[in-house]
């Protein structure tokens, strides 16, 4: 019996940080993981070819601007929405180096499966668990 393959993308804007998450995702042998530094590429992706998991950054072109100087770039909640609209069951995580606990309490409330701080020191464990209990089943 072949295994079954998981594609799971990561929307994050800095492309260092969506690269270490590519490589721990990828470490697992049956998921293939994609990046996009925007929201807006990884709808038009995923309209075409839907993802098993998303792990959504939640500021997204804070540190280098809207896209273009297009001040309708796509916010973390705003991609979640439209995520949701397609893909209702989706396990969506939400990646945040924000310190406000209220803003992140209400973020939650959306129906984000899990949070994974990207300031702390290790988010191979975070990331790699967060896998295996919403998408492998696996506690």
Same mark, same amino acid.
């Given at each position: 019996?072949?295994?079954?393959? !998981?594609?799971? !993308?990561?929307?994050?804007?800095?492309?260092?940080?969506?690269?270490?998450?590519?490589?721990?995702?990828?470490?697992?042998?049956?998921?293939?993981?994609?990046?996009?530094? %925007?929201?807006?590429?990884?709808?038009?992706?995923?309209?075409?070819?839907?993802?098993?998991?998303?792990?959504?950054?939640? !500021?997204?072109?804070?540190? *280098?601007?809207?896209?273009?100087?297009?001040?309708? *770039?796509?916010?973390? #909640?705003?991609?979640?929405?439209?995520?949701?609209?397609?893909?209702?069951?989706?396990?969506?995580?939400?990646? *945040?180096?924000?310190?406000?606990?209220?803003?992140?309490?209400?973020?939650?409330?959306?129906?984000? %499966? %899990?949070?994974?701080?990207?300031?702390?020191? #290790?988010?191979? *464990?975070?990331?790699?668990?967060?896998?295996?209990?919403?998408?492998?089943?696996?506690?």
């Amino acid at each position: 019996m072949e295994k079954k393959n !998981y594609v799971i !993308y990561i929307v994050e804007d800095s492309k260092i940080i969506a690269e270490i998450l590519k490589k721990i995702i990828s470490s697992i042998p049956e998921i293939e993981a994609r990046y996009f530094l %925007c929201g807006e590429s990884m709808l038009e992706e995923f309209n075409q070819k839907s993802p098993d998991m998303v792990f959504l950054d939640y !500021y997204l072109n804070v540190g *280098t601007g809207k896209i273009a100087g297009d001040e309708t *770039t796509m916010n973390g #909640d705003m991609v979640f929405k439209e995520i949701k609209k397609i893909k209702p069951n989706i396990p969506v995580v939400l990646l *945040t180096g924000m310190s406000d606990k209220q803003k992140i309490e209400e973020l939650k409330t959306l129906g984000f %499966c %899990c949070v994974i701080h990207k300031n702390e020191d #290790d988010i191979y *464990t975070p990331v790699i668990d967060c896998v295996n209990k919403y998408l492998l089943n696996k506690d």
